[in-house]
């Protein structure tokens, strides 16, 4: 079948307004929000542009795609909002864009298990509003809540800003269902737990598309906070805010809120006069004494490393605009602006020595390179960059990008990092994956032979 027929079988079994091959529709799914892709689009460039753009509305219509395109042999890349930050949803190898933010309709939640139920294409935001009308929130508060789709969120991994407490959305998700390269529907979860086999469910999370297509999803709920306790401190040094870190995730507490801002980054973060070092933003919340008590042991590993209080006004003010990214935004559109965000993650042990180096090396690439750590566990941490510049034009833009992802993803391998924390591998880590996945790549290649032996799903990301 070539493509004008993959077109017609499409619209036959979809309708003809549901599938496109307008240049503008192809110019719209040819491109994310990763920097690199938002240069490509004012340099008046779409290297990576679909032949058609199929809009599917239900988990039958996403079934018919995907038994045209493997008959066919066309290329599918699912696409939620776009709001990758890497290049996830651009369609190296044309074919079709699979666009699934109309497959929507109403939650069904279950009180009773704390669960609920929602088509893959509704964004994260419109759940969180009906959520909370009812006394329930997801907890989970990636800063593109507004932007990105639930299924987004499976398929990339996702996690939120309250993670160090509730986890990211592998420990969210209670089941989903997907549909395979070949059509056919699974539904792989848990309830709650389960001892027979390896977990399936874990398969698709942060598959980047690349194994089948999430057209629905059950995830945890949690009543809302009845107190929320939140201060802000500074602190002597970056290594002893990381201790700080260390220290409470050891000790088992659970602030749903800690955020350690290097000193750079603090600048942009609190008031002029605010604060001369680091700042580290502390919250606990759930039953008011849990609460309180944990707060307050939490603080107290802070100020034996040398915290002082800056009071609440910060955090409140930066829970006002967390979901905000218009300084990056304001900066792209400028000419020659650019701005990049760079997750990554290490042990505790290797942490501060990878941050020095990064920061070090970057240094030339960047007007500015801001620097905090967000997301904790026992046994390490994410750091998370912020580069900010403006060059003489959007080429040599696009080429300080380029060294930006070279320079900084080398650093991690080196310290035996995590190339990303959460936002995936798409295009800007693809040359990275085999390195970084070491003697597990091989068993990523098997799994894609096992669930996509035509290879159409998503095809050049993940390293293959
Ligand atoms: C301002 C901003 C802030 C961000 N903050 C965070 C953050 O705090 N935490 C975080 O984790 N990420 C963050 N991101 C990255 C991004 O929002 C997430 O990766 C999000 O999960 C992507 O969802 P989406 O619906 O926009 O997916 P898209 O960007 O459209 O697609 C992303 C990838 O998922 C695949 N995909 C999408 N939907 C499906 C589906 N239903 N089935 C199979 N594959 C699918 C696509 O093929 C692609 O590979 C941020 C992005 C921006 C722009």
């Excluded at 930050?85 to 704390?114: F, H, M, N, R, Y």
């Excluded at 602190?235 to 800690?258: N, W, Y």
């Excluded at 042990?349 to 967000?374: C, I, N, T, W």
Aim: glycine share 12%; net charge negative.
């Amino acid at each position: 079948m070539t493509t004008i027929h993959a077109t017609d079988a499409l619209e036959e079994a979809l309708g003809a307004g549901s599938v496109s091959t307008s240049d503008a529709d192809r110019d719209g799914a040819s491109h994310d929000t990763w920097p690199v892709s938002t240069v490509w689009q004012k340099l008046g460039r779409h290297p990576h542009r679909p032949d058609i753009v199929v809009r599917a509305n239900s988990t039958a219509q996403v079934q018919d795609v995907m038994r045209i395109a493997t008959a066919s042999g066309t290329p599918v890349t699912a696409r939620g909002l776009g709001s990758s930050v890497t290049g996830q949803p651009l369609p190296i190898k044309g074919g079709i864009v699979l666009d699934l933010s109309g497959l929507v309709g109403a939650p069904i939640l279950s009180e009773v298990d704390a669960t609920v139920t929602v088509a893959a294409g509704v964004m994260g935001g419109d759940l969180e509003s009906w959520l909370n009308e009812r006394g329930w929130t997801m907890n989970h508060f990636p800063q593109s809540l507004y932007r990105s789709t639930i299924g987004g969120w499976i398929a990339t991994r996702a996690t939120g800003q309250f993670s160090s407490r509730y986890g990211g959305i592998e420990n969210l998700v209670v089941a989903y269902e997907c549909v395979l390269a070949d059509g056919t529907v699974a539904r792989l979860g848990q309830r709650p737990r389960a001892a027979m086999g390896p977990d399936l469910k874990q398969l698709l999370i942060g598959s980047e598309g690349t194994l089948g297509i999430v057209t629905e999803v059950t995830v945890k709920v949690f009543r809302l906070p009845e107190t929320r306790v939140v201060d802000a401190f500074t602190l002597p040094s970056v290594q002893a805010g990381v201790d700080v870190m260390r220290e409470i995730a050891q000790a088992g507490l659970k602030p749903f809120l800690v955020r350690f801002y290097d000193v750079d980054e603090a600048a942009h973060v609190v008031a002029p006069g605010t604060a001369e070092g680091p700042v580290l933003f502390l919250g606990a919340e759930g039953l008011d004494g849990v609460t309180q008590a944990e707060f307050a042991a939490a603080a107290g590993i802070a100020r034996r490393h040398g915290a002082e209080s800056i009071g609440s006004d910060p955090v409140t003010a930066w829970m006002g605009r967390r979901f905000d990214f218009s300084t990056v935004e304001r900066l792209l559109a400028e000419p020659g602006g650019y701005a990049e965000t760079v997750e990554v993650a290490n042990m505790w042990s290797r942490l501060p020595a990878m941050y020095e180096e990064m920061k070090r090396a970057l240094q030339p690439y960047a007007d500015e390179v801001l620097g905090h750590f967000s997301h904790i566990y026992e046994q390490g941490s994410s750091l998370y960059l912020i580069l900010l510049g403006r060059a003489a034009d959007d080429e040599e833009a696009l080429a300080r990008l380029e060294a930006i992802w070279s320079t900084a993803m080398e650093i991690v391998v080196a310290h035996d990092g995590e190339v990303s924390h959460h936002h995936g591998g798409g295009l800007a880590r693809q040359a990275w994956v085999e390195r970084s996945l070491g003697t597990g790549f091989p068993v990523l290649q098997r799994l894609k032979a096992a669930f996509d032996p035509d290879g159409i799903l998503n095809p050049g990301k993940l390293g293959m």
